[in-house]
């Protein structure tokens, strides 16, 4: 601040300047840790597929025994950073306002039950070839159903279909990673007057209610070493926030440790009435 101060020393005023530093400081505390986590995550990888690499190196190559499931090993590192390398430039996009949001009116009933069949028809793929593992996330080993309690109503509702069904995927996805029993999954779709609301409720894990907060913080997860395992990235459900808001929605969990959790997504919805101005007469 300063003084006005006449030249009688005479002080007459006083004005004062508040910056808001608060506000800078968290947002570039946040970018430093950010900085920090990608590169703490990307060296985790790339540590294990180095030893790897140089076991090989040193003779594990000729070793019939050992050699496949190093090399396995290394694939599924580098595929993992692939997938944090997009999931990072995905989320890059969001939040520089550059990702193109395709907004279009769609049928969100008939939207679900088409992601949700995808997901059947994985499930029926990966009992015929029980033992063979049929993707990374290794679903063949769980028995799991997927049961609908969808609304029969059309709802017609304004989004990115594309980055929607990437939402919804990666929500299903860890319904089935973060279940080692497997159990139901249950899809629930249903509209209030001008939201319709949609969810998944697993039989999982559940999430520690101190972790509830943090769940959709980039690079947050309850357990780190599960999440790697399972080939996550911690990112998943940082970009499905940021797409629902982008989306004009809201994203929040509940979740019982030990019972499951339930992930909701609510999108702004209006109803078509039916009849009106036109059939009045
Ligand atoms: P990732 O699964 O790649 O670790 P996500 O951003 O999708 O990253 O999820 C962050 C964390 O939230 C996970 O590591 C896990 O600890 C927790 N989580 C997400 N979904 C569930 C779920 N359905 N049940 C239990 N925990 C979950």
């Not at 929607?164 to 999954?185: C, H």
């Not at 996550?232 to 004009?248: F, M, N, Q, R, W």
Request: charged content about 30%.
């Amino acid at each position: 601040f300063s003084l006005i101060q006449r030249e009688t020393g005479f002080i007459s005023g006083l004005v004062t300047v508040l910056h808001d530093v608060t506000e800078q400081q968290k947002n570039e505390r946040e970018r430093r840790e950010f900085v920090s986590n990608v590169s703490h995550e990307l060296r985790t990888p790339l540590t294990s597929m180095r030893s790897y690499i140089e076991a090989l190196n040193d003779g594990a190559w000729q070793d019939p025994e050992v050699a496949p499931s190093f090399l396995k090993v290394t694939q599924e590192e580098t595929d993992r950073m692939i997938r944090m390398i997009n999931d990072l430039l995905s989320l890059s996009r969001l939040d520089s306002g550059t990702s193109k949001i395709d907004m279009e009116y769609i049928n969100l009933n008939e939207f679900f039950n088409y992601i949700l069949d995808r997901f059947d028809m994985m499930i029926k793929t990966d009992n015929e070839h029980t033992g063979e593992a049929a993707s990374v996330l290794d679903h063949s080993k769980k028995q799991y159903t997927i049961k609908r309690e969808i609304t029969k109503r059309d709802l017609w509702v304004e989004i990115d279909p594309d980055k929607f069904m990437q939402v919804v995927d990666n929500i299903l996805n860890n319904a089935i990673k973060y279940s080692p029993d497997g159990g139901t999954i249950t899809a629930r779709l249903l509209d209030t007057h001008n939201h319709v609301i949609l969810s998944i409720s697993d039989q999982g894990l559940g999430i520690p209610r101190k972790d509830l907060a943090n769940i959709f913080d980039r690079f947050y997860r309850v357990d780190k070493a599960r999440s790697r395992k399972q080939g996550g990235t911690g990112l998943g459900l940082a970009i499905s926030k940021e797409v629902v808001e982008a989306l004009h929605g809201r994203i929040w969990v509940d979740s019982q440790e030990g019972h499951g959790s339930t992930f909701y997504i609510s999108l702004p919805y209006e109803p078509i009435e039916d009849g009106g101005d036109w059939d009045e007469s």
